[in-house]
């Protein structure tokens, strides 16, 4: 095994070189063993010089901007009263295979790359501080945040350190440790580097948990106009190769109860929004046809943060993208993973990005009136699931309690039914449980009050004017009758 020469890089190099027929003759003589060899003593004494603490903090900081797990760690220094503080040395969480969620270690094996993608931190010709830990000292930091309960796993990224192949080398070098030497059984998310060797990747792919291989950016012209050193093709093959193996390697497992499992919780990938002008739909047919086609785990979204200089970008730096884009754009990307959605449903060529007031199944209830008020005790799951304020687990409660008799609308919200949403879709009995207008700008503007605090200084959507005869402080808590005892025309209910 050319990797088992302990992490010092030679065995690796020379498993390489020989690789290629036309250099082993060069390498092989004395003299430019010698050469070589001082040349990464001198690399190592750069490294050593840099104390294990320093490199991880360079090199976790250079991690968060990775996002394809599912939070970073934030910077909570101790006040000396109290027990423990949160360093930015990141300890991110993500969901295993069978949905539990862990702290992992996150941080890059390097942040020195040959690449200059215009959005990146660590692009070659930014003027960074630059480190690159050694297999081991990968290995020492995991088994010794382990130990002391710090975290489940590790999240392990890269720049790319000489070429795909050698960064690959290096990470596959890195886990075989892990899993080998020190006998680490716990979770591991590793990047695949685009353009690495398919072997490296195979080979990878058997000791670690989940691979990821980022998207980077929705469009080809986008990524060939802000990561000019990245193709489609080049992330997109690692991917369709790392989801051929995982059914390959799925069959073998029925098969054969022993054989190692390849990349068992399946692989992930990042795409940055707001860097470049794609829309919300585009952004959101593109992770569609990856659930579909390259059966991805998660596609994770990125707020663009603009941390770099380039005529290029669309803000200047320090201003980034906005947050709740990216969090309508999770909301959508459940919709149609747990939900039953499609991309096409949610948005169009016409309204192609998502209302900034409203999450998008809200938005796509008000434009679907016509299948409104759903009746619970009738509506089947599909139907349910489309009801905003009905989730997969309520509604799934609805579907078994209501086999025992008629639900109620007290029994929706002990199912966990968001009523003050849900009230403007549903009916109980034939009844819904306040006289509602089926309007879409009455609905919305009681959604909005109720429901979505509308972000300060957000502008460009408005809403109808209220009507002189919009009665915005009475409020009815009564049933129908109630309010038309009152002589209340239905339609002038101002709901809760
Ligand atoms: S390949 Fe591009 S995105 Fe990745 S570390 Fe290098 S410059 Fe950054």
Request: net charge positive; proline share 4%; hydrophobic share 40%.
């Amino acid at each position: 095994m050319p990797f088992s020469d302990e992490n010092s890089g030679y065995g690796i190099f020379f498993w390489k070189q020989l690789k290629k027929p036309n250099v082993c003759a060069i390498i092989l003589t004395e003299q430019t063993f010698a050469l070589w060899k001082g040349w990464c003593i001198d690399v190592e004494k750069i490294h050593k010089e840099m104390t294990l603490y320093e490199k991880l903090e360079i090199l976790s900081d250079a991690a968060k901007y990775d996002v394809a797990c599912t939070s970073s760690g934030v910077e909570r220094r101790g006040d000396g009263t109290g027990m423990g503080n949160c360093s930015r040395a990141g300890i991110c969480h993500s969901f295993s295979a069978d949905g539990r969620c862990i702290s992992l270690l996150k941080i890059l094996f390097t942040n020195e790359c040959i690449y200059d993608c215009k959005y990146c931190v660590n692009r070659s010709s930014n003027d960074v501080r630059r480190a690159s830990f050694t297999p081991d000292e990968v290995c020492t930091l995991t088994m010794e945040f382990y130990r002391r309960n710090y975290i489940e796993g590790l999240f392990l990224s890269s720049g790319i350190l000489e070429s795909p192949d050698r960064t690959m080398e290096l990470l596959y070098a890195t886990l075989y440790k892990l899993r080998h030497v020190c006998r680490f059984q716990g979770y591991i998310h590793v990047k695949a580097i685009p353009g690495a060797d398919q072997r490296l990747i195979r080979l990878t792919g058997f000791l670690a948990d989940r691979m990821s291989v980022n998207m980077e950016l929705p469009t080809a012209e986008s990524l060939r106009l802000l990561a000019p050193h990245k193709s489609r093709k080049n992330i997109l093959a690692p991917m369709r190769f790392v989801q051929e193996k995982a059914k390959e390697n799925r069959q073998e497992v029925a098969l054969y109860r022993n054989m190692p499992r390849f990349v068992p919780a399946g692989q992930s990938t990042q795409m940055i929004i707001g860097a470049t002008p794609e829309t919300d739909y585009q952004i959101l047919n593109v992770a569609e046809a990856l659930y579909k086609k390259f059966e991805l785990k998660r596609v994770f979204y990125s707020a663009f943060v603009p941390v770099n200089t380039d005529i290029s970008l669309p803000v200047p730096a320090g201003q980034g993208a906005s947050l709740l884009r990216e969090h309508r754009l999770y909301q959508a990307d459940w919709l149609l993973r747990f939900y039953h959605f499609e991309a096409d449903e949610l948005l169009d060529e016409v309204n192609p990005n998502f209302n900034v007031y409203l999450d998008p199944k809200c938005c796509w209830a008000l434009r679907h009136l016509e299948m409104f008020p759903v009746e619970v005790n009738r509506a089947d799951y599909r139907m349910l699931l489309r009801v905003p304020g009905i989730g997969c687990k309520s509604a799934l409660r609805i579907v078994k309690a209501r086999r025992l008799g008629n639900l109620k609308f007290e029994d929706l919200k002990k199912m966990g039914v968001v009523l003050k949403r849900a009230l403007y879709f549903v009916t109980c009995g034939g009844r819904m449980l306040y006289p509602v207008r089926m309007d879409e700008d009455y609905i919305t503007r009681n959604l909005l009050n109720t429901a979505e605090r509308v972000p300060e200084g957000a502008d460009g959507m408005t809403y109808r004017q209220l009507t002189l005869f919009d009665d915005l402080s009475w409020k009815e808590t009564g049933s129908t009758t109630k309010g038309k005892a009152r002589g209340k025309n239905e339609a002038d209910i101002y709901l809760p």
